[in-house]
Antibody
Framework: QVQLVESGGGLVKPGGSLRLSCAAS????????MSWIRQAPGKGLEWVSY????????YYADSVKGRFTISRDNAKNSLYLQMNSLRAEDTAVYYC???????????WGQGTLVTVSS | NFMLTQPHSVSESPGKTVTISCTGS????????VQWYQQRPGSAPTTVIY?????PSGVPDRFSGSIDSSSNSASLTISGLKTEDEADYYC??????????FGGGTKLTVL
């Protein structure tokens, strides 16, 4: 079945870096756009970034532009999010999600928690 | 920036019908598709409506979506409410800069 599994979350100090990974299985990964979406504790969903199937087209939310980098390795069926200059407000559960028809996210992974605190 | 506004919470009794609105801040909400996601506590979101009014397989036909261009809003309607429908619901679309946008979420209580 289609499955997305995130990893790489943890506790990091402000100004630090972290790299998240998302392992995909059960579908042809290289055919799909992929996205990262986050959710701060007790808050709503916030779209972070997406990347086209080939990696040639990338968009970021203004809140992370210049600090986060999305990438993918189609040979490894993996999606990544390199997060630099982390701030307390980046604390959230980070979900990876497959994009369908360029508009909706399905499925979502189970999420990985990133905590930015000194 | 384009924003989607949802009511913070709604409540209704089992067996009744509830409608959750999602209002676009500017431009036309009909310019891009609107999706709706259900999120139960401790779980990842799942899609209940995509492309304005389409249901993924496995989602019961008690869930329906619509667009009202006159009010620049989208709506999620759940009929025959069940206690298992109690969850947070989020609308989602894209803005003109190809940035994803989520509504703030609506907590549905079925009591």
């Amino acid at each position: 079945q289609v499955q997305l599994v995130e990893s790489g979350g943890g506790l990091v100090k402000p100004g630090g870096s972290l790299r998240l990974s998302c392992a995909a299985s059960g579908f042809t990964f290289s055919d799909y756009y992929m996205s990262w979406i986050r959710q701060a504790p007790g808050k709503g969903l916030e779209w972070v970034s997406y990347i086209s199937s080939s990696g040639s087209t990338i968009y970021y939310a203004d809140s992370v532009k210049g600090r986060f980098t999305i990438s993918r390795d189609n040979a490894k069926n993996s999606l990544y999010l390199q997060m630099n200059s982390l701030r307390a407000e980046d604390t959230a559960v980070y979900y990876c999600a497959r994009e369908r028809s360029g508009s909706w996210f399905d499925p979502w992974g189970q999420g990985t928690l990133v905590t930015v605190s000194s | 920036n384009f924003m989607l506004t949802q009511p913070h919470s709604v409540s209704e009794s089992p067996g009744k019908t509830v409608t959750i609105s999602c209002t676009g801040s500017s431009g036309s909400i009909a310019s891009n598709y609107v999706q709706w996601y259900q999120q139960r506590p401790g779980s990842a979101p799942t899609t209940v409506i995509y492309e304005d009014n389409q249901r993924p397989s496995g989602v019961p036909d008690r869930f329906s979506g619509s667009i009202d261009s006159s009010s620049n809003s989208a709506s999620l309607t759940i009929s025959g409410l069940k206690t298992e429908d109690e969850a947070d619901y989020y609308c989602q679309s894209y803005d003109s800069s190809n940035q994803g946008v989520f509504g703030g979420g609506t907590k549905l209580t079925v009591l």
